[in-house]
């Protein structure tokens, strides 16, 4: 009940296709696990970061965790699927990424990759008896993919991480700002939606690339963290660009970052309907105290669901900047207009947010009403 169904330990140029793994009674282990054992640092015996596991068309279903590359290189997993993990503490993962005893991991790809976490909870909440008699939620434990170490130029392509804990996780094992942290890292057309906490919770990593994706739905039931869209945590201190996204109906916030960033690129989100357990602090895009370096440029922060320009049920503000001491903060040519409260909140009273234009500056904002005014 423990085992691993296929382990691979040091081999290279692994091939694991057409094939499906289920195991009804598992609480614990994984389905593959491939482990490179290196030296410290390697040597010609012992040469670690082994590379060549490539998954294909694979099913994996009733498995404790799905999938662990440990200091795999030049790998790839792609057209497969995990599904109905034990909902128990044993599952905390469906797919882990980490360098282990290696120097490093690099050249990470997943595509067409999808992973469902609804599980059973008999404590859930039915809707139909309106008691606590049992429900299909998201899984209490398990993160869909999750990133540790100095793990270099993962390609998440076409994926999906449904219902899970955090559908993508990098861990801030990952470091950020140093020669040694897990680095440029791209996210595309990928599906994270209906997870516990968050779609996307980043805080390691540096130079992240999140485009074109759906992050809505994130933080029911509820979770803990933010329960929103994309988080940063405290640790991340990396640089990310973030293109067309669509961060709608979460649970707190669209888009939420801690302080002290090298530089947040936004440009084009739709972020509306967000808010839904906190709709008093709720916020299309939100920042707390000494965030610095965020541009967002474009988009639309408010509205309804589609886009409708009809007020906001739930969103509170399009945008919000809580706290003082905000740095080279660039809002230009977002549509902050049918929010349920205001348009963009910005508190002014003291420090850096009421310096001169050489900071921070809101311009060309439909609904804004100050304008074209440097704070």
């Given at each position: 009940?423990?085992?691993?169904?296929?382990?691979?330990?040091?081999?290279?140029?692994?091939?694991?296709?057409?094939?499906?793994?289920?195991?009804?009674?598992s609480s614990g282990g994984t389905a593959i696990k491939a482990t490179s054992v290196g030296a410290t640092p390697p040597v010609a015996t012992s040469p670690g970061d082994r590379q060549g596991?490539?998954?294909?068309?694979?099913?994996?279903?009733?498995?404790?965790?799905?999938?662990?590359?440990?200091?795999?290189?030049?790998?790839?997993?792609?057209?497969?699927?995990?599904?109905?993990?034990?909902?128990?503490?044993?599952?905390?993962?469906a797919i882990l990424?980490?360098?282990?005893?290696?120097?490093?991991?690099?050249?990470?790809?997943?595509?067409?990759?999808?992973?469902?976490?609804?599980?059973?909870?008999?404590?859930?909440y039915n809707s139909d008896t309106e008691q606590n008699t049992g429900a299909d939620e998201a899984h209490l434990h398990s993160v869909g993919l999750q990133?540790?170490?100095?793990?270099?130029?993962?390609?998440?392509?076409?994926c999906a991480f449904l219902r899970m804990t955090n559908g993508i996780y990098f861990h801030q094992s990952m470091g950020g700002r140093i020669e040694e942290a897990g680095a440029f890292h791209r996210i595309e057309n990928t599906d994270v939606d209906h997870n516990r906490n968050n779609g996307m919770y980043i805080d390691g990593g540096y130079a992240i690339w999140v485009q074109n994706c759906y992050i809505s739905s994130n933080g029911f039931?509820?979770?803990?963290?933010?329960q929103s869209g994309l988080v940063t945590g405290v640790h991340f201190k990396g640089t990310m660009w973030i293109n067309n996204v669509d961060c709608r109906g979460n649970s707190k916030y669209g888009l939420a970052f801690n302080k002290f960033h090298t530089k947040i690129h936004i440009n084009s989100p739709h972020c509306a309907e967000n808010g839904a357990s906190s709709p008093s602090s709720s916020a299309g895009i939100?920042?707390?105290?000494?965030?610095?370096?965020?541009?967002?440029?474009?988009?639309?922060?408010?509205?309804?669901?589609?886009?409708?320009?009809?007020?906001?049920?739930?969103?509170?503000?399009?945008?919000?900047?809580?706290?003082?001491?905000?740095?080279?903060?660039?809002i230009n040519a977002v549509d902050?207009?049918?929010?349920?409260?205001?348009?963009?909140?910005?508190?002014?009273?003291?420090?850096?947010?009421?310096?001169?234009?050489?900071?921070?500056?809101?311009?060309?904002?439909?609904?804004?009403?100050?304008?074209q005014t440097a704070f």
């Open positions: 009940t423990s085992g691993n169904a296929i382990e691979i330990t040091n081999s290279s140029s692994i091939a694991i296709t057409n094939l499906s793994i289920d195991h009804t009674s596991v490539e998954i294909d068309q694979v099913l994996i279903l009733d498995h404790s965790k799905g999938i662990e590359l440990i200091g795999y290189a030049n790998s790839i997993i792609k057209n497969s699927e995990i599904r109905d993990q034990p909902n128990n503490a044993n599952s905390t993962h990424l980490k360098k282990g005893g290696d120097t490093r991991q690099d050249q990470i790809r997943l595509e067409n990759v999808i992973v469902e976490g609804v599980a059973w909870n008999p404590n859930g990133v540790e170490d100095w793990t270099n130029s993962i390609w998440i392509k076409d039931p509820s979770g803990s963290n933010q939100y920042a707390i105290d000494g965030a610095y370096d965020i541009s967002i440029i474009g988009g639309q922060c408010g509205g309804d669901t589609y886009g409708h320009h009809t007020t906001s049920g739930t969103q509170q503000h399009g945008i919000k900047f809580q706290g003082d001491d905000h740095k080279r903060i660039n902050v207009t049918c929010n349920a409260g205001g348009t963009i909140g910005w508190e002014t009273g003291s420090g850096n947010n009421i310096l001169a234009a050489s900071y921070n500056f809101i311009q060309n904002c439909p609904g804004f009403s100050v304008g």
